[in-house]
């Protein structure tokens, strides 16, 4: 899976996806560091990428359904973690393959102790814990 990575999580984060199988890119080595989410969600939309980022305003379905993207990761990132924290965290998220593997079409909200995915089914939504 190809990573977009937001510019609010640490440069380490792009490191531990490459050392999962993973490839990732990072906004700021593609000179959107500063872009407005739109701009990056359009971005990891085109090219199909999965959307790694801290920033709770991709979590709302209406303005990115998740079925239009190769997947949204957001991390619950409490505001005074280190970085050695948001690692961790993505750590025991990428331990779960079997949930890494759902993230196309999929909205994944990462906590500590949880992953809520949430994503359009046959009812027109679906929501599991793991």
Not at 70 to 86: M, N, R
Not at 111 to 120: D, F, N, P, T
Request: proline fraction near 5%.
């Amino acid at each position: 899976m190809h990573f977009l990575i937001d510019a609010d999580l640490p440069r380490s984060v792009g490191d531990l996806l490459r050392s999962h199988g993973h490839e990732a890119t990072d906004v700021r080595d593609i000179g959107m560091r500063s872009a407005l989410d739109t701009t990056i969600a359009q971005h990891a939309q085109r090219e199909g990428w999965c959307l790694l980022t801290g920033d709770f305003d991709f979590s709302d379905i209406r303005s990115y359904p998740p079925a239009d993207y190769a997947g949204i990761v957001v991390l619950v990132i409490p505001p005074t973690v280190t970085s050695l924290y948001i690692t961790q965290l993505l750590e025991r998220f990428l331990q779960q393959s079997d949930v890494v593997e759902q993230l196309p079409g999929k909205l994944a909200i990462v906590e500590a102790g949880r992953v809520r995915l949430r994503g359009a089914g046959a009812s027109g939504n679906e929501s599991s814990e793991h």
